[in-house]
């Protein structure tokens, strides 16, 4: 476990990511007009689907979206109070985002550190980073019948963020200096630059475009 | 095993739970006018999938669908047979519902109490239930390019039916009061519930318009 | 291993698959107006979709995905060398259509040899072959927000080339004759069926329609 993060500060930010992402979920689906079923599902899938996809790479047995006590009851109360408390929540009117600029800097450091941790590769602990960070997200939108947001041209940097997290997380497991302290501020850093990028409307490049414009 | 449910009722269930839903599968496909290769796909992903799902979460080895020498032939099987037979298969306008009833009490009762054997937590094991229940007809209406049918607001009740199966069949299991009478009496409950629902209505509430009602 | 097929083969068939398989995700992405993100995600689940389902299947550790060194940078460049080169490749009109064959053709081939090696069933193991060569490109449409291609009655053969490769290999591999020219042979057998049923128009029948023409 040397050069990994202690392993409170790997479950606070496991659990803030949940709620933070299981908000998301229930919101979207209350905004796509679902039903109780479909907040719960949406609810679930983005708060729980990267990590679940995450524990399918490390194959450790039951993903700990089963097995942990507390992910899955965490998950479900937070979509419903998301969902009850959707009126409120959206005279913030950019609660969601928020919501989901805190998720994806929470769960890119946890998913890198435990990839690492697992014995990955580098290049695939920062994959599984954003796996699990933008995974949730993902699942969100194709069960929501929509194309991802995140691959869309006029999306502003939200795997772009979680890349460099993730980076920044194995760099640091990788040369042992891996702290809470180290993690909370790379997951801040995640959030900020992903709330810079809203903001500021920063996109990453387009290929298509990108092809127009050099020939 | 004490508190399990006798396998050969579990592998009784699993049967005609996986031949009614490749039958919905298919005669999905045969109305989405998709190929054979559509019918195939869609009947063995409504059949298997939510096992499958289940299987990785139990995370024992090869998934069922694929180390068991009856299941996929049989799911197979059944969406070649539902597909030819469609013509009649249609003239019981009902057919695909009654089908699709028969399969999620069955599953959810195999389900859960596979997942309860497994050692998965009570509200774990509700959860995975519902998932083997109504996870092959998320897949099956995701890969058919809808929105799942079960979080719609106009949906009756459909995952409701299964938690409460899975929720009386994790709390029989508790008690150590399994049996194969109970078990098929509590998949009965749920069909009977299910085909209830759809006779009369009954939807879940929409967090979005409850939010409306009450303010 | 007696019936195997030579590892350095597979491991061949593997990467040049995955190379063709994440140009075709790739320029697929670029033609949907995704961005940069959308052009790595579509072109790494195109490419190793397929293997990291079937690596679910056999069930024996951290997916090759993950824990190949060379297979996902392999796929990251392939996608993004094809991206950036779309427009010369898009010249070749059927370019995209002839690198899905070849995917088609080197993954069945070496999807049904790693599971019947697992010792898988032989009729698994054919589904498992024919999901290695076309689940990514399942993935690859549902994730771009469409119903699957190879599931519409207006597409040409595509799953059931990669079902006569898949059977072909288990027999082979049943009867102790499976070798690395034997395995060439049959993907080659399958990229010329693939491409021939393109050019002719071959399509798998219509479940809804032969029962029109039959009634």
């Known amino acids: 476990m040397t050069g ?6 790997v ?7 949940i709620i933070a992402f299981a908000a998301s979920g229930s919101l979207l689906a209350v905004r796509k007009d679902f039903d109780l079923i ?7 899938v983005t708060a729980l689907g990267g990590g679940f996809v995450r524990d399918l790479v490390i194959a450790d047995g039951t ?11 965490t998950a479900l109360a937070a979509a419903v109070v998301s969902a009850a408390a959707h009126r409120p929540l959206a005279r913030w009117h950019r609660a969601m985002l928020v919501f989901d ?6 769960f890119c450091v946890a998913g890198a550190s435990v990839s690492a941790d697992a014995g990955l590769g580098a290049l695939a602990s920062v994959l599984v980073g954003v796996v699990t960070a933008t995974g949730g997200g993902v699942l969100r939108d194709t069960l929501s019948g929509d194309a991802p947001q995140i691959f869309r041209v006029d999306s502003t940097l939200y795997a772009v963020p979680a890349a460099i997290g993730s980076t920044v997380t194995v760099t640091l497991h990788g040369t042992g200096s891996s702290s809470a302290a180290a993690a909370l501020a790379t997951a801040a850093m995640v959030i900020t630059l992903r709330l810079v990028a809203l903001r500021l409307g920063w996109r990453a490049p387009s290929p298509a475009r990108v092809g127009q414009t050099s020939s």
Request: no cysteine; net charge negative.
């Open 4 to 9: 990994g993060l202690d392993q409170s500060v």
């Open 11 to 17: 479950t606070l930010l496991e659990f803030a990511g």
């Open 38 to 44: 479909g907040v719960l599902a949406l609810g679930t």
């Open 63 to 73: 993903p700990a979206a089963f097995s942990d006590p507390w992910l899955l009851p």
């Open 101 to 106: 600029a805190l998720g994806l800097g929470l």
